[in-house]
Each structure stands twice: as C-alpha cells, then as structure tokens.
C-alpha cells in the first residue's frame, strides 16, 4: 500500500509500443519449487486422487480378484449405509460418539485454557505444573482405559474421561507454548502504555495468542475423535466404535469400512469448520 | 531551570560467566521541550540506556528521576515508540492509539476525539479502520509516534524508530516527527547510529563511545526552525556532520577491533 498523499498519475506513464522480439519459450512452471499453481488445476488434481481411490477399488472388488470378506465392493458399502441407517439406528450411534467428544473435549478446554495461560505467563504456575503435566502427556491414554472402566465403569462418564485425559494434557502445554511466545515487544509497549500485570493478559497476552489457541483446538480436537473410537471399541453400549466392533463379531465388513468412513467425515467436517470460523474471528492475523 | 528528567551515574552489568560492563557511568540532564538524539555505534549500549529510561530494564547502580520523582519500572508517563512490531495486530489503527487512553479509564466518545486528532497529526485520515498488517512499514511507525503521543506522556523515548524504513520515508519520517515536536512542545530522547538523523532533528546530540558505553560528546546544534531537508546541505550541518562522522568512525574501530581481538 502507499504511503497516503501521494498521488501518481498513471496516464504520465508512457505507453511503450509492442516491439516484435521473440518470446523465449515459458519453462515448465509446475516444476518449478513452491510455485503456485492455478486453482483449476489444483482442485481438479484433488479430485482426481480420489477417483483414482475409488477406480483401484472398484477394479479389484467387482472383479472378485480380491475376497469380498476382505474388501467388499462400493456397491457393497452404500447397501450397508442404507441398512445401517435405516434399520440398525445408526444416527443414534453417530449421535452418542460425537456427544462424547464434545462434552469431553469441551471440560478439557474449560480447564485446559486458563491453566495454559497461567503456565505460558507465570513462570511461578510453570514450575509447578509443567513437570507434572509433561510426564502424564506421554502416558497413552488408551493404557489408561482398563483403569478407567475400573474406576467408573463402562458408561457415559468413563468415555468422557477418556477423551478429557487424552486432550486435557496436550491442550495445556501447547497453549502454554502459545501464551508464551507472544512477542516481548507487545508486552513492552503495553506496559509503556499503563497496562497492569493482570491488565496484560486480558488486553495483550489473550488476543495476542487467541489465533494460535484456536489452531491448537482444532489439531486435539481431531486426536480427540481417535480416542473416542479407542474407548468405543474395548467397551460400549453405543457409538460408532461400539458398531464396529459388533460388525466385526458378525464378520460385516462393509459396515467396518462405512463406520470408518464416518468418522473421517466428521472429523473432517469439524475441522474445516473450525478453520472457517478461526479465518473469520481472526482476520487480522491472516494477510491482507 | 530545573531539568525535566535526571540521568545520574548511570551503569549498567550484564551478569553472566565474564560480566559486562554496557553503560558506564553516564550523566546528563533533559531540559523541558529539549530533542535529544542519542548516537552511538552499533552495541554500544544507546538502547540499553533508553530501555533504561523507559523502566524496562533495570539500571545496576545509578538513579533516573522525573523532576523529583525516582523513576522505577515502566508507567505511562514516559512513552516509548520501538524499531517495529509493537503495534497490535488485533486493534484497528484507532483502537490502538486509544489503548493507552482504555487503560486510563477514559470514556469512548473522548478516546475516539483524541486518537482522531492524532491520526489527523500524523496523516492516516481514512486509515482508522485499518489493521496493522494493511498498513506499510512507515504507516506502522506514524501510528506508533500517535499511540505514544495521544497518551501524553512527560517525555517521548524512541528507540531507532526509523532504523528499519527506506531512506525516502525515513526522511518524511523525520520531517514529520520534527514537525510535531515543533507544534507540540514534547521533550524527546532519540536513539540512532545514523549521523545526519541525529543532527537534523536534535537540538542537542549526545555521541556515546563503544562499548563500555559512555558519553564523549554533548553537542548543541543551533539550527534555526522549523527544518526541512534542505538544512542538510547547509554548511554548518555538512561541519557538524563531518565531525560527528569522524567521532563515530574511530568509535566503530574501537568496537571492531574489541570483537578481533575476542
């Protein structure tokens, strides 16, 4: 952008006549590193590896060349859709997992959020937690599940522990890591300006790292919904793991893969909405 | 006259496995309405003396008063205006001037008045809307010199505020930061390393020497106002400046040598 009050007058540009030179021939430009591509081009492409998915599998599946206890043919899948839809109350069980990872997820971000801030800020409050906090990120919370169902049984609760543990820990440390690298320059002319300790974090510190915590609750979120499954599987009265589980007892393959396919829906519709609403609130901090 | 701010004994250490001696007993007043541009080679602790002033560092021994009273930490009444990347990306150009007025408690019709008449001072009219990242390099300095200003701090601190722009919107920059100083009777301190920018907007330059920093040279520069960039080719600003120029040279050897020798 320019500097204001500078006016340039466009017209006092010469206009300088077409000269018949040889244009030297364009290089290959899609080879060449980092170099954008055009939007056709690139949704055509992503299109295309799907359809090539889909080809390889259809080749293999209609012609029997592969058992169909092993993969069953698409045609296969949407049969499987329909009934489990229509007859097998799947909606409920799509229902129940996705209530499980929010309220889950939801209690670890509740609490998650303010501590990280206290760790990324305070480093009285890092001390104390940070250790604590590191070592228990690295136990597989899928261990803990045994321990779990132990303690709270095999109901709503223990499925909601599950995935407040699973994304409790990381949540904290890497809002932590956010709060921490917000540039010392902005602090500094904040307290130039008359802020406060305490004023600093709600003017200064928290809008400052907002777009990256945003970014950080998009990417647990998805471990999240891995977890879920996890617990689902070993033990459930609903939910889409607890449906792959029982297909796999009654050897229904095509209901396995389509649970699977669900899941990658849904995890990938939450973060594409997540990513829209980040670009929205935070507009500032994503170019011009 | 009493001095407006007090710099005594000043010095500053740097602990660590060998300390380092950064500032070394530095001495010097700040009159009311004075433009004091502080030049310095690289490293030789101008900013640290600045940070110093501003209360975002901590002196080792020595004491800073304004009037009377003993500056401790940073606070409002000295305003400080960085390199860059101290605006706030989140606020519009407005919100950022007002952020200092917010923290006063100031109502919002009033804040909206006073960052208007800044944002006028500096000429970003039509820009209040506008983020940071809109903004060019020299825009982004106009509305740092505005959010310090609207807070009406006692003394204006500036850390190479210009050191980062290009030599034509340095020189506007200047101009323009002259040209407020002139209609608003601020007191300024003004760190650089770049000769001519000490000379053009000071009305007194202190040349500090390498590393341990101290000052060498308390230069008054009478010329007359308002300046614009011509008094840069008059003969008295080319004298000062070649004297000036020589002072810093053998300061800069020092600290080469200082670092060969390392």
Partial sequence: ??????????????????????????????????????KKLYLSLSVSSFILILLVWSGLTYTQIVDPLFLPTPTDIIHSAVTLFTELGFATDILATISRVFVGFLLALIIGLPLGILI????????????????????????????????????????????????FFSLVLMIAVEVGNVRKELLEAAYTLGSTNFGIIKSVILPAAMPGIMEITRLVLGWAWTYIIVAELIAAPSGIGHVIIESQRMIRTSNIIFGIIVIGILGLICDVVLKIVTRKLFSWNYGR | MKPKVTIQNIQKVYKGKTDVLAVDTINFNIMENEFITILGPSGCGKSTLLRMVGGL????????????????????????????????????????????????????????????SYIELVGLKGFEKHYPNQLSGGMKQRVAIARALANDPEILLLDEPFGALDSQTRLIMQELLLNIWEKKKKTILFITHDVEEAIFLGSRVLVMTSRPGKIKEDISIELSHPRTYHVKSDPAFIKIKDHLTELIREESLKAIELEVQK
Avoid: C
């Avoid at chain 1, 803990?144 to 407040?164: D, N, Q, R, S």
């Avoid at chain 2, 409002?76 to 407005?94: D, H, K």
């Fill in chain 1, 1 to 38: 952008m320019q500097e204001p009050k500078t006016a340039v007058n466009d017209t006092s540009i010469p206009m300088y006549k077409e000269q018949n030179k040889k244009e030297t021939k364009r290089r290959i430009s899609w080879l060449q590193p980092q170099k954008a591509i055009s």
């Fill in chain 1, 120 to 167: 990324g800020t305070f480093k009285v409050v890092e001390a104390f937690f940070e250790p604590v906090i590191s070592f228990v990120r690295y136990m597989p919370v899928s261990a803990f599940i045994p321990l779990f169902i132990l303690w709270i049984g095999v109901e709503e609760p223990e499925k909601i522990a599950v995935i407040f543990v699973g994304s």
């Fill in chain 2, 57 to 116: 560092e901590e002196q080792t021994s020595g004491h800073i008063y304004l009037g009377d009273q003993e500056l401790v930490g940073p606070s409002s009444n000295r305003g400080m205006v960085f390199q860059a990347y101290s605006l706030f990306p989140w606020l519009t150009i407005e919100k950022n001037i007002q952020f200092g007025l917010k923290n006063k408690g100031m109502k919002e019709a009033e804040r909206k008045e006073i960052s208007d």
